[in-house]
């Protein structure tokens, strides 16, 4: 399927749909057009939450400009869905430090998913020393991280942090 769709989104850009293209200018005018590698951060390891969850948040009408980081982020994190591939440590270690670098930019709607990216790459990161080194991670903390995660994948500025998936999958497999 995502073969397909990643098929239909080239043909959409060939033919000037700017589906994905708007990405990029979208972050950086939240930013204000400072450089915005740390929102990038933020925004590949989210999802923008469904039609009902945002209509339930705020009153949609079609006068309201689409224009917070929720209506930059994608529906799918597509980092996220391929970060197997890639080197888990350093993308971890990137999480963890990224709120630090955002806390210049000053967006105050973003703070504490910022923060909760952050505390997901430190778990996502304790996870994998525990994997590496071949000892067995104590079972409360297992559990405590676990019970973590589920906060930490609640809904906040009306999206969710896709990279849950991942450090989930690391917990799993202590």
């Known amino acids: 399927m995502y073969a397909r769709m990643e098929t239909v989104s080239?043909?959409?850009e060939w033919v000037g749909v700017?589906?994905?293209?708007?990405?990029?200018?979208m972050l950086d005018r939240?930013?204000?057009?400072?450089?915005?590698?740390?929102?990038?951060?933020?925004?590949?390891?989210?999802?923008?939450?469904?039609?009902?969850?945002?209509r339930d948040a705020?009153?949609?009408?079609?006068?309201?400009?689409?224009?917070?980081?929720v209506d930059a982020v994608r529906p799918e994190s597509e980092f996220v869905r391929h970060l197997e591939r890639a080197d888990l440590r350093a993308t971890l270690q990137l999480w963890a430090d990224n709120d630090r670098r955002m806390q210049h930019l000053g967006i105050a709607e973003?703070?504490?998913?910022?923060?909760?990216?952050?505390?997901?790459?430190k778990i996502g990161l304790e996870a994998l020393?525990?994997?590496?080194?071949?000892?067995?991670?104590?079972?409360?903390?297992?559990?405590?991280?676990?019970?973590l995660l589920e906060q930490l994948e609640q809904p906040t500025a009306e999206v969710k942090l896709a990279a849950v998936?991942?450090?989930?999958s690391l917990l799993g497999s202590l």
């Open 165 to 168: 998936r991942t450090v989930r």
């Open 10 to 12: 080239r043909d959409l």
């Open 30 to 54: 939240i930013t204000g057009g400072e450089p915005s590698d740390p929102l990038r951060v933020l925004a590949e390891a989210c999802e923008s939450l469904g039609i009902t969850v945002r």
């Open 18 to 25: 700017r589906h994905r293209a708007n990405y990029g200018p």
């Open 110 to 121: 973003l703070q504490t998913l910022s923060r909760n990216l952050s505390t997901l790459g």
């Open 129 to 147: 020393d525990y994997l590496e080194s071949g000892k067995p991670a104590p079972q409360t903390w297992v559990l405590e991280k676990k019970k």
């Open 58 to 69: 705020r009153r949609y009408t079609s006068l309201v400009d689409l224009n917070r980081f």
